[in-house]
């Protein structure tokens, strides 16, 4: 596609349930990043691939989160036993470059735990 | 530790005024520096990036300097839309890392027809 397509735009779901969300970048992007953002705030950096390697995942705020890019292209972040503080948008980035160069967003997932 | 601030949290103009937005962080050794524009509901979009190297980048009606001495960008609009209307956020790479950009919280502009 044209864009980065991200998937569900919004999810609510009730505290404890496990939750996935799909990230399509563009397609041959080399980078790709996840980062979370609560209401009002800028966003904070979760994990960062090239291609399929997971190269940093200090963000990551809780061993309840997990993302992956198995083939270099399709992310998926998943949150596992959800809390309400996980209640976010959680925005997906893809690059043609490696590093934060000419990113482009995804229109993000809106998470609301219950 | 890496933080970026954004002054004003909020900003109201008419139409057709010149504005300039603020962003200051606390550590000198960054890689680069990036403005995005946000809309409501929608992800980020790039406006500018300036290299470590750089003082400034121009498109179009923006403008954004950098002076790494002193910890500080500052965002340009001239002729101000009410199509600008967003919020704005700063973001730095930091010198240890090309890959991880620390936001600022953003500044919210409003501009009335």
């Known amino acids: 596609g044209a864009g980065v397509s991200q998937s569900p735009r919004y999810k609510v779901a009730k505290r404890g349930q496990d939750v996935a969300l799909r990230c399509d970048p563009i397609?041959?992007?080399?980078?790709l990043f996840w980062y979370q953002q609560a209401l009002g705030q800028g966003p904070e950096f979760l994990t960062y691939?090239?291609?399929?390697?997971?190269?940093?995942k200090s963000g990551l705020p809780s061993d309840r989160f997990f993302a992956e890019r198995p083939e270099g292209s399709v992310s998926t972040l998943k949150i596992q036993r959800t809390q309400q503080e996980d209640s976010a948008v959680y925005l997906c980035?893809?690059?043609?470059?490696?590093?934060?160069?000419?990113?482009?967003f995804g229109a993000g997932s809106r998470l609301t735990v219950l | 530790k890496q933080e970026v601030t954004q002054i004003p949290a909020a900003l109201s103009v008419p139409e057709g005024e010149n504005l300039v937005l603020n962003c200051s962080f606390t550590?000198?050794?960054?890689?680069?520096l990036q403005w995005f524009r946000q809309d409501p509901g929608k992800g980020l979009t790039s406006l500018l990036l300036?290299?470590?190297?750089?003082r400034e980048q121009t498109s179009g009606r923006l403008n954004a300097s950098l002076d790494k001495s002193s910890g500080r960008s500052t965002l340009y609009i001239a002729a101000s839309q009410p199509g600008d209307s967003a919020t704005y956020l700063c973001?730095?790479?930091?010198?240890?890392?090309?890959?991880?950009?620390?936001f600022g919280s953003g500044t919210r502009l409003l501009v009335r027809p």
């Open positions: 300036i290299q470590s190297s750089q």
């Open positions: 691939f090239q291609n399929e390697a997971q190269l940093d």
């Open positions: 550590d000198s050794a960054i890689y680069n």
């Open positions: 980035a893809s690059s043609p470059f490696t590093g934060a160069n000419v990113l482009t």
């Open positions: 973001a730095v790479c930091p010198g240890d890392s090309s890959y991880k950009l620390i």
């Open positions: 397609s041959g992007h080399v980078s």
